[in-house]
């Protein structure tokens, strides 16, 4: 098929072709919906295959399950780890070769609004912090943010805004 090494590097090179728009796209899509929030970093690989998004420790796997939920399939949280065990559940490794690039925008976008909603679901790290991580959230929201949240989240809120009667919403 290749024939010879120079067969390989054009065909090499007609790969790249093809999938490099949607390696574009990921990063595209990924630094305008995350970029400021402080949830999620990724790579920007000049060759390969993956992405490797890591997020807000201890969420990966929501961010997967969340995906799912909306339809859009990801490899496992830590399937780049010893036996796909992330010892931080933090990884997602991104594929994003096979669809369109079409495809691969409308999954990315889904996919960075679950980083975000996994990021103030539930950190538990301290009421401050948790307040603090909603409240940058809230802050980068152009216009009316309705925040929901029961018990602890309610709290959360509470703390957020500084005002109780806020919280009835």
Not at 55 to 67: I, P, Y
Not at 113 to 131: G, H
Request: charged letters at 25%.
């Amino acid at each position: 098929f290749f024939g010879d090494a120079d067969g390989v590097r054009r065909h090499m090179v007609e790969h790249r072709r093809i999938i490099a728009p949607k390696f574009d796209e990921v990063d595209r899509v990924l630094t305008e919906k995350l970029e400021g929030y402080d949830v999620a970093t990724w790579n920007r690989p000049a060759g390969g295959y993956f992405v490797n998004l890591d997020v807000v420790d201890g969420t990966a796997s929501r961010v997967v399950t969340l995906a799912k939920e909306a339809g859009v399939a990801l490899t496992p949280a830590g399937a780049s780890f010893p036996r796909g065990e992330d010892p931080r559940d933090r990884n997602i490794r991104l594929a994003p070769t096979m669809p369109p690039v079409a495809e691969v925008t409308e999954a990315m976008e889904i996919v960075a609004t679950c980083v975000l909603l996994a990021a103030v679901e539930n950190p538990l790290t301290s009421l401050a912090d948790d307040a603090e991580r909603t409240r940058k959230m809230v802050a980068q929201v152009d216009g009316p943010v309705l925040l929901v949240g029961h018990s602890y989240g309610g709290a959360v809120i509470t703390e957020r805004i500084g005002s109780r009667a806020a919280t009835w919403c």
